[in-house]
């Protein structure tokens, strides 16, 4: 593989249920995040990782978990599933979580839909 | 609080120039990214600018002024494959990019 790749490509989930949505990346990035996007606003964060071990809260956590385990991994999960958490989700990585040109690379997402 | 502004959508001939601006205001200031958005796909990076003035980059430009919270995105001999959207990112002190909900470019030929 090379550079990020998220599973499911899409999923529709019964309201309640838990869910997680896996991203994993090969360019030894140390840094990872997860977005949600909405139809008229911008990417928001959820969570991120700034080097393995460590994770931290973005601008919309409630609702949703993530660990890092290793350098490649960052999988989101969704404990118990509401319909506003019908969005697409994407994971994106850097080398660096700081310090100037630092591009991020995002991940096809996974669109997802609570029903 | 922060806070992106970017128009909506915007509409332009093929061959033409267009010009889609970005006023932001964040919580300090570590550099501001374009990127571009293809309907149903990934967001790519475009350009990224820290200094004042212009960054070149084929038929891309991008113009940052730190003082005045305004960046623009320039585009030149446009394509229908630059039908797309605009993402207008500041990154703040804390090195987290505040995303714009982005500008629909549409081409007509």
């Known amino acids: 593989i090379a550079g990020i790749t998220q599973a499911p490509t899409s999923q529709i989930l019964a309201a309640g249920r838990r869910m997680t949505l896996r991203c994993t990346q090969d360019?030894?990035?140390?840094?990872m995040y997860w977005y949600r996007q909405d139809l008229g606003l911008g990417l928001r964060l959820i969570h991120y990782s700034n080097t393995a071990g460590t994770t931290g809260k973005g601008e919309v956590p409630d609702g949703y978990s993530v660990s890092r385990a290793n350098t490649d991994d960052f999988p989101l999960t969704l404990a118990s599933a509401v319909p506003s958490q019908t969005s697409v989700y994407f994971c994106?990585?850097?080398?660096?979580?700081?310090?100037?040109?630092?591009?991020?690379?995002f991940g096809p997402g996974t669109r997802l839909t609570v029903l | 609080g922060q806070n992106i502004d970017q128009p909506t959508e915007m509409t332009a001939t093929e061959g033409a120039i267009v010009q889609i601006n970005c006023t932001y205001q964040?919580?300090?200031?570590?550099?501001l990214f374009w990127y571009q958005q293809h309907a149903g796909e990934a967001p790519t990076f475009l350009s990224y600018?820290?200094l004042d003035g212009l960054e070149e980059k084929g038929r891309f430009s991008s113009f940052l002024s730190r003082s005045k919270g305004y960046s623009y995105l320039l585009l030149k001999e446009l394509q229908m494959k630059d039908s797309a959207s605009y993402l207008c990112?500041?990154?703040?002190?804390?090195?987290?990019?505040?995303w714009g909900a982005g500008t629909k470019l549409i081409i007509k030929p």
């Open positions: 994106a990585s850097s080398d660096s979580p700081s310090g100037g040109y630092n591009e991020q690379f």
């Open positions: 990112a500041p990154m703040d002190s804390n090195y987290q990019l505040i």
């Open positions: 964040t919580s300090g200031f570590n550099g």
């Open positions: 600018n820290v």
């Open positions: 360019m030894r990035h140390n840094a």
